[in-house]
């Protein structure tokens, strides 16, 4: 089969990776292989080979929002995560390619003076991941600043979506499950202030978001595993999934070493030896909590990558 096929086209192919080894959770089995792409030239390359073959993948960025089945699963797996940022600017604009991972665009922006994105500090993940989930901190979204992306889009043509063609919402976004690839994207910044002043706030704000989220290293997570809540009023912001979690008792819970943060209920981390299971477990007893207490259903932020037990919101292959 295409495993064979892809190793001898010459695809950095890593078969039978495990997840574990590509998620900050830290959890998961094997996938059918694993490809590397550390720059969309290399996407644009694999991809088309991919759908000659016949082969079902997924993309994935850095990880940092993925819940992965301890069985693995049974796809390939294109790794679209640099170490290395591929940034331009042009005046106020950026354009980054969607491996760099989004703090090293945050860095890269408030050294050049420009501020928008300072918010996103501490945030993992590529600036791809961010998009397609439009990740946000602080009432702050990263499609706020977007302008434009490049896609790899279904049928494997390129093309070009300014921001009004792309639907986004809290922590969402039509990219998602629509099998487009975001490849880079354009951001406009507002120009004029002092990098080294803008360098210290991003340091006092690094060091405020790991006092609540801890450091996955230490603690492996996938950052807030449930969405905030529907505001209650119309005037209102979303509120915090946290709050109502610690409100119904669930920073007591422990299933097979997965737990919540001490210091943030929406937070769950994990201790050697639990599983992805115990997690999944975990979350849907709390989700369960909040229910019977609140009458509130919470939706999951993380997504699941393989198959879990009793989770029902399936809506792409792969992914539930
Ligand atoms: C400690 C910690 C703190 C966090 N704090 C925050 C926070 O403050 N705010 C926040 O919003 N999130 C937060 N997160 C969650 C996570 O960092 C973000 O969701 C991040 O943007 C995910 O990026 P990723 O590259 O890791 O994506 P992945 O987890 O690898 O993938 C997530 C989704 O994006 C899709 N995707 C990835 N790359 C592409 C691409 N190039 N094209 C199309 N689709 C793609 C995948 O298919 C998948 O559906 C946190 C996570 C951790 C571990």
Known sequence: MTLQSLIQSGLPVIPGALLKDYT?????????ALIVCSQSSEVIKVVPVLR??????????????ILASDQGVDRILIRYSSDTPHITRDGNLLTVDASTQLDQLVLFSLQQGLLGLEKFSGIPGTVGGGIAGNAGAYGQQIS???VSLQILANDTSEQKLTR????FSYRDSSLKSDGSIILSATFELSPGEDAARLLADRTALLMSREEKHGRWKDNPCAG???RNVLPSSSAGKRESAGWF????????LNIGGA??????????TRDIGASAKDVFELTQIMAGMVKEKFNIQLEREVRLLGKFENATDKNQEGFW
């Open 52 to 65: 000659n073959l016949n082969c079902p993948f997924l993309v994935m960025g850095f990880g940092s929002n």
């Open 144 to 146: 706020d600043r977007l």
């Open 24 to 32: 900050t959770f830290r959890l998961g089995g094997p996938c059918q």
């Open 224 to 226: 807030s595993f449930f």
């Open 164 to 167: 009004n063609d792309i639907s």
């Open 259 to 268: 737990h919540c943060l001490h210091t943030h209920a929406n937070i769950i």
């Open 245 to 252: 979690l610690e409100q119904s008792g669930c920073k007591a």
